[in-house]
C-alpha cells in the first residue's frame, strides 16, 4: 500500500507533466506580428520557411532587421539568398542584453542555424560576437578578415531561456552568403541516388511541368532507386501515358515545403495530380526528425533533403506514392475474430443440484462453539457463503466496502 506522501508525490509529478506538455510552443511569425517595424522581416521569415525552423527549436536568439535593412537586403537577391542571410541571423543560443554585456573574455563564437545545413564549409556558419568598447556589442562572420560591420541596437522580445528576439543594425554577410545557383533538378535526382525518377520525369515530359510550377513553389518527393526494387511495387510499364504523368505528378507539391515545414503540417497536401474533386492529396506524420508521406495505400520515409533552394525542394523517400485512384481501393481490413459463443449447457449439467459451498469450503465466519447458547427465537442467523452465493449477503457486501474505504482513508491520512 503506498504511504500518503508517495500518492501526494505521484499526483504532483503528475499535475506538472500535464502543465508543461501543454504549454504551446513560441512562433516567432506571432512575435514579430506585434512590432511592424520588422514586418518585412518577418514575411521574408514566413517566405522562406525559416520561420519553421525557428518554432521547431528551443534556446535561441533571432537578430531581426528594421524594415529598411531588411527591404535593402533582399532588394534584388534570390530568396535563396536572402534565406541563408536570415538563418545566419539566428543564433542556436540563447542571448538577451545582460549576457551580451558579459562574454567571457570579451569575445565568442556561436553557431546558427545555417552551420546546420552543412552547405557551406568549415565554420562560415558561426557568428562572432564580441563586446565592444563604450557599451556596444558587434557580429561578425568567421570569413577571414571580415568586420564587426553588425551592431546591437535594442531587445526586442524575450521568452527566459526559450526565445531572444534582438534588433541589430545591419544583416551579417560574407562572400558567397546570397548567392543561390539555379538547381540542376536532374543532375540533383541522379546524385542522390534518384535516377531511376530522373529519367522517368524526362521520358514523360514531366520535368518541363516541374520547371514551369518552380517559380510559384514546387517540393518533388523522389523515391530512391532502392524504391523501385522493392518488393510489391506495381509494374509501372502496364501504365498509359496518363497514368504515369498522373503518378509522377502525384510526387510533387505545387509550394515550396521543406522538410522542417513538414513536421508541422495538419492538413492533407494538394500534388500537381490534384483535381477539382480532390483527389489525388497527401497526408503527413511525423515524429521526432523522421517525417513520412502517407497515402491511402502506403507511406513513404523522407531519406534525405536533396535540393532546399527557395522556391524548390526535392526530397529522396523510401518508397513510391501509390494512389488509391490509380492503383485501387486501400486492402479491406482484417476480418474480425469472434469467438465462438460457449457451447449450451446439457440437460443432466443443467438439471443437477448445486455443490454445497458450506461444506466444500472453510466458514467464512466461525461457527457457534459447541455448548454455546444458540441464538434467540426470531434473531436473524449469521450469513454464509450459501447466503452470499444467493444474494442475501447485501449486508456482509456493505460491510466489506465500508472497510476497504476506512482502510483506504486511513492510509492517506498516515
Known sequence: MWSSPTICLSFALVLLATTFSGSAAHNITE??????????????????????????????????????????????????GVKNALRLLTLL????????????????????????????????GFVNITDLKGGKVGFGSTFPGARLATTYTKSVKQIEFSIS?????????????LDAPTANITESLEKAGCKTFA??????????????????????????????KAKGVPDLSTLTQLQLVTLLQYHAVPQYTPKSSLKTTKLRLSTLATNSVGNYTLGVTSSGDDVSIVTDLDTARIANTVVDSTPLCILSVDHLLLSSELFGSAPAPAPIKISPAPAPESEAAASAPSPD??????????????????????????ETAADVKTGDGKMLKMRSTVGLVWLFSFTLAF
Open 357 to 382: 459451498l458450506k461444506s466444500a469450503s472453510p466458514p467464512m465466519f466461525e461457527e457457534t462453539p459447541s455448548g454455546a447458547p444458540e441464538s434467540p427465537a426470531g434473531a436473524p442467523e449469521e
Open 93 to 124: 543560443d540563447y542571448y538577451d542584453s545582460a549576457k551580451l554585456h558579459k562574454i567571457s573574455q570579451g569575445t565568442v563564437l556561436t553557431t546558427t542555424l545555417l552551420q546546420t545545413t552543412g552547405n557551406f564549409q568549415g565554420n562560415l
Open 31 to 80: 512575435i514579430l506580428a506585434a512590432f511592424p517595424d520588422y514586418s518585412v522581416y518577418n514575411h521574408y521569415l514566413s517566405q522562406t520557411k525559416v520561420s519553421d525552423e525557428i518554432n521547431s527549436r528551443q534556446t535561441l536568439t533571432v537578430l531581426v532587421l528594421p524594415n529598411a535593412a531588411m527591404t535593402a537586403l533582399a532588394d534584388k537577391q534570390p530568396v535563396a
Open 199 to 228: 529519367n522517368l520525369i524526362v521520358s514523360s515530359g514531366v520535368l518541363k511541368m516541374y520547371k514551369a510550377a518552380t517559380d510559384k513553389g514546387l517540393t518533388v518527393f523522389a523515391p530512391t532507386d532502392e524504391a523501385f
Open 165 to 177: 528576439v534582438l534588433e541589430v543594425s545591419a544583416p551579417i554577410l560574407f562572400s558567397g552568403l
